[in-house]
């Protein structure tokens, strides 16, 4: 067996029902052999062994009580994967399905994107199985701080900084770092996505959803393409999904789709975002309104945006929501370009289809890298006690995203085939944090 087979079978046999876990391994594995086969030195310093296997897996209760007075469990989660590159960064997802597999694979897949960005930060991921939708703000509240009083010991700006994911955006951020700081007596960037009074970065909301666009754009205009005049079909209806239609829009794209765990809404005359915003943002409703508000929009109920004809589909609502069945209708009715702003929400067949089909396929590591990259951008402007304007972060964002692309071309030439960006993600981002655990000894 070759010293890849080898390490996929321990990995496997340690990690029994750990499938979303064992599928992000799987595609890292296979996609960077042709590095591994290169040069022994991996084998040597068993990087494989050890890029697989996360630093800490720490598990924890978090007991609150709800409105009616009712103590309630939920377990928390952090998985400190790798830090050989930077100090643990990735965000917290506060949803039912979360279990160790789910937080193993986004911790695992943190370390080649955190890569990818040219910045100093490792990887990790946590989160927790409470299910924030219908919950009152105390309740919120109560359940972010008593996360926060165990996850507390465990982080710090130099350790682990922690950083939003689906169900945690700035008001959960908000009420961790209060806990953090009435616990530690330390005012310092423990957490990224911050609110702009105390110590956020601005485009931070809005980086993970520009950073897809930028890089689908540089995508195209290597291929003599761009995204004005394209339909466009977007999944999900969090930050990422809104502001990458906000870029689509601004470009010239005309974005007809946004869905939330529910259903999907098919608006043919072009999404309204001051109406998604103000369903999803203010009221914290579900996108089924949408359709009660602007004339012509359809809301289906349950089913998936992947049947609407498009030239270009940005995934951004979680992962394995693109089957192999829905990636061949997205084929058969001819979409030229997906960009992944969710993670990992191709299945593996899926990207095969995809690939096979010659679609342009950008996937989640390097597509929605600008919004752990503009965290980054907010450590240091923590760091330095000082904050860029929006302009300045932008500009950075755009940098970053045509490094990110640059790279992941170059290594897809030298590995694998010209537009296997998949590849080349996986292998640009390996390389870096390989070289620097080589250098760091065991
Ligand atoms: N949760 C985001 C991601 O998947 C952002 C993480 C961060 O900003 O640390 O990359």
Known sequence: MSYIDNVRASVAARNEGQPEFMQAVDEVLTTIKPVIESDPVYERNAILERITEPDRQIMFRVPWTDDKGNMRVNRGFRVQFNNAIGP?????????????????????????????????????????????????????????????????????????????????????????????????????????????????????????????????????????????????????????????????????????????????????????????KQIKEVERGRIKEYADRVKGAEYHDGGKVWNIKCDVALPCATQNEISEADAKALISNKVLAVGEGANMPSSTAAIEAFQKAKVLFMPAKAANAGGVAVSALEMSQNSQRLSWTFDEVDEKLKGIMRGIFEKTTEAAVKYAKPDDYVSGANIAGFIKVAEAMIAQGV
């Open 88 to 276: 643990y960064k990735g965000g917290l997802r506060l949803h039912p399905s979360v279990n160790l597999s789910i937080i193993k694979f986004l911790g695992f897949e943190q370390i080649f994107k955190n890569s990818l960005t040219g910045l100093p930060i490792g990887g990790g991921k946590g989160g927790s199985d409470f299910d924030p939708k219908g919950k009152s703000e105390r309740e919120i509240r109560e359940f972010c701080e008593s996360f926060m009083t165990e996850l507390a010991r465990h982080i710090g700006a130099d350790t682990d900084v922690p950083a939003g994911d689906i169900g945690v955006g700035g008001r959960e951020i908000g009420y961790m770092f209060g806990q953090y700081k009435r616990i530690k007596n330390i005012y310092e960037g423990v957490l990224t996505g911050k609110g702009l009074t105390y110590g956020g970065s601005l485009a931070r909301t809005e980086a993970t959803g520009y950073g897809l666009v930028y890089i689908v754009e540089n995508m195209l205009n290597a291929h003599s393409d761009s995204i004005k005049g394209k339909t466009v079909v977007i999944s999900g209806s969090g930050n990422v999904a809104i502001y990458a239609a906000q870029k689509a829009q601004s470009l010239g794209a005309k974005v007809v789709s946004v869905s939330d765990s529910n259903g999907y809404i098919y608006d043919k005359n072009g999404i309204k975002l001051d109406v998604v």
